[in-house]
DNA sequence: CAATTAACCTACTTGGTCTATAGACTAAGG
DNA sequence: CCTTAGTCTATAGACCAAGTAGGTTAATTG
């Protein structure tokens, strides 16, 4: 499971890659527009600026915006930085070199092998979806329904 | 990540699935083989039965067995019945029908299509891998590890 | 320059889940 | 009927995610 943490940073990210016009984005709007605790927004989106993803301006006029295009912005890349990279076992763990107590030995341990399979399973899906995809794909999906409704009046 | 819980019941299965002899196997030479708390381990191993994986026999002469053979028992079954399912958001767990706070149209929220892609991967891989396939990854791995020892001596 | 705005930082609380343990109970075999 | 071995219920403790609180620093503006 992706933590809240996680949930919220992808949704503030979706709402900065739709709304951005140029000028920065406020922590209280975003809060507001996405139902974020706003505390606990801000220190979400200090992770995000630490970790290269946003851009912050500080004083009256202030905000947060998109360090790049939301194209070039992964969500493998936000999961990584705020979860240290997603994976089944703590010894598959991209900053952890540490063995997992219960395999003996890394290399012949089956769980870590199997896990290893799957890691790659969802890495190859988080790294190729950006933050352009998410909300292109969000959209489509409320365009359709919007559509059928029509339909259905 | 996956539960010690998890892990533990892959390691156990494992062994039962390398040393089953037709016999029973004690809970307690699981717990010893593989270094599993005692105690802890039995509530593992009684999930398992419940879940249709193992088989057991009471009193003198019992112990544990599996339901059936290891080549027809996913790896993604076992983390079925420990974890209920695994995957990233609650709205896409298995058993649960709830939708989650956060996204306000399920059908719509860009995070949940993307992490059904997500899901779809690991299934794939969960399910296409046998407790069977397990041991003998670990067993070749084991081999070429010895192989190579042997070349260096 | 001073007032205001808004991000930044540190520390704390809380609630829940994962891990582990204890002990009493039930079933089977000899 | 005694030993063996799995079954069930309850509980303790550690740990972490989630959320809260309040003060600090930096930039803009009048």
Redesign the interface.
């Known amino acids: ?2 933590s ?1 943490k996680t ?2 940073a ?2 503030a990210l ?1 709402y900065l890659a739709e709304h951005s016009t140029g000028d920065p984005i406020l922590i209280s709007e975003l809060a507001r527009e996405e ?1 974020i605790p706003r505390k606990f927004l801000e220190a979400i989106l200090v992770a995000l600026r630490k970790g290269g993803v946003l851009k912050s301006k500080i004083g009256k006029g202030g905000g947060y915006m998109l360090a790049s295009l939301p194209a070039t912005i992964t ?1 493998g890349r936000v999961v990584s930085i705020l979860e240290g990279g997603f ?4 010894c598959l763990n991209d900053n952890v070199k540490a063995v ?1 107590e ?1 395999c003996g ?1 890394p ?5 870590r ?3 290893s ?2 890691k790659k ?2 890495d ?3 790294e190729s ?1 950006t933050l352009a ?3 292109e ?2 959209d489509v ?2 365009q359709q ?1 919007s559509k059928i409704m029509d339909f259905s009046i």
Chains 1, 2 share one sequence.
Do not use: F, H, P, Q
């Not at 994976?87 to 703590?90: I, Q, R």
């Not at 290399?107 to 769980?111: K, S």
């Open positions: 499971m992706i809240k949930k919220y992808l949704k979706g139902n969500v994976s089944l076992v703590e997992c219960e030995d290399a012949c341990c089956g769980i092998l199997v896990m399979d799957v399973a969802i190859s899906v988080l979806t995809d998410m909300v794909r969000s999906a409320r329904k």
